[in-house]
């Protein structure tokens, strides 16, 4: 049987926020939690203890009642797995730290296997750089050959790893592995990943965030008598698009992408047509408003990519300023705004010069 101890009594100090950084939430999930689904999804754990601070103890018991027990721990990362120890019942044991959510079933294997066979597995990988042992600001060692850099998950046999916790006299060791070095056994590495970077500054948590995609489409009618705006850049052309707004028909696409991607419903849902606050709306507003809710959510847009069907005006000159502009609105550079514009050959309502369309996916990072 094995047992997990997900180390998240951390303050999480360097990473700046004003509260735990495991507790920070992306894409509706927690780091920690991302973390516990990272063991969990293998099938290879059989226990899971997690180890929270006292003050994120109800926190930590929200998300993970039923799924983990929920251990208080100590002031160093050593007083707290020795508190997480006490309740391992499984005869292996792996500790990871809770920041480490980019673990993947391959290490966790490799961790595993190298407990069964040599008694521990200290997961590593081969420093690319040369490391330098450092003391009052001088180099006293460089090892040049056979560096690694320690990771975890690390895994040890329960009882000795329990044993070798009740003979230490000091709490300051930097991990599990140097505490089992000095009691029991050299330790054994087994093969980690370079991705597997713990958490640490707020910029390491951008790698969190996946690129999201959206579809945007939209229509509008040609009438006489209106303006033509695409992009926010008046055209002139004898029609113009008919809508309860400016009917702005690309930026319309944009925002819809936009919002899909966050699953954020659609304009029509935020900005409805029987509220008088939109009735000829510039649309280039109602797009900061869309970028303002993708902010709220951690994203921003990266890229647009749009065709604007249409049989008349030709729009090959009104390009440029069209990207331009967008791209402004967006605060992207301009080639990250890519307009393309069609004729459907005199077909369907396009053709007929009816209305306009507009298809535009965006990503979003
Ligand atoms: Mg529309």
Same mark, same amino acid.
């Given at each position: 049987m094995i047992s997990l101890i997900l180390a998240c009594?951390? *303050?999480?100090?360097?990473? @700046?926020? &004003?509260? =735990?950084?495991?507790?920070v939430t992306t894409d509706g999930l927690t780091v920690a939690e991302k973390t516990f689904l990272a063991f969990k999804n293998t099938g290879l754990i059989d226990e899971y203890i997690v180890v929270a601070s006292e003050g994120d103890f109800p926190s930590f018991n929200k998300i993970f009642n039923g799924k983990a027990e929920i251990v208080v721990g100590g002031n160093t990362r050593f007083l707290s797995v020795r508190n997480a120890l006490e309740r391992v019942t499984g005869d292996v044991v792996l500790i990871h730290d809770g920041a480490r959510p980019f673990v993947n079933e391959k290490i966790i294997k490799n961790c595993i296997e190298s407990v069964n066979e040599f008694g521990s597995g200290i997961t590593a990988v081969k420093s690319v750089d040369t490391v330098a042992v450092e003391n009052n600001g001088f180099i006293v060692d460089e090892l040049k050959k056979n560096a690694f850099t320690v990771q975890t998950p690390q895994g040890f046999k329960t009882e000795e790893i329990k044993k070798a916790f009740s003979l230490a006299t000091r709490t300051d060791y930097p991990d599990d592995a140097s505490v089992y070095a000095e009691f029991i056994a050299k330790p054994h590495l087994s093969e980690g990943d370079e =991705? &597997? +970077?713990?958490?640490?500054? #707020?910029? $390491?948590?951008?790698?969190l965030k996946t690129v999201r995609v959206g579809e945007g489409f939209d229509c509008h009618r040609l009438e006489k008598g209106r303006k033509l705006i695409l992009g926010g850049v008046e055209i002139p052309h004898e029609k113009g698009l008919l809508g309860h707004s400016d009917a702005d028909v690309l930026t319309h696409a944009v925002m819809d992408a936009v919002l899909s991607a966050l699953s954020l419903r659609d304009i029509g849902y935020h900005f %409805?047509?029987? $509220?008088? #606050?939109?009735?000829?709306?510039d649309s280039m507003l109602l797009l900061t408003e869309v970028l303002a809710m993708a902010e709220e959510k951690g994203y921003a847009v990266s890229q647009v990519s749009a065709v604007i069907m249409a049989? *008349? %005006? #030709?729009?090959s000159e009104y390009i440029p300023q069209i990207t331009e502009n967008l791209a402004k609105t967006l605060g +992207? %550079?301009?080639?990250c705004v890519g307009i393309g514009a069609t004729t459907?050959? @005199?077909?369907g309502l396009v053709g007929s010069e009816e209305g306009i369309c507009v298809h535009a996916p965006v990503t979003l990072t």
């Open positions: 009594a951390g *303050k999480g100090e360097r990473a @700046g926020m &004003n509260k =735990n950084k495991l507790l =991705n &597997n +970077v713990k958490l640490t500054f #707020k910029k $390491d948590f951008s790698a %409805p047509d029987s $509220d008088q #606050k939109y009735k000829d709306a049989e *008349k %005006p #030709k729009l +992207v %550079p301009a080639d459907l050959e @005199g077909l």
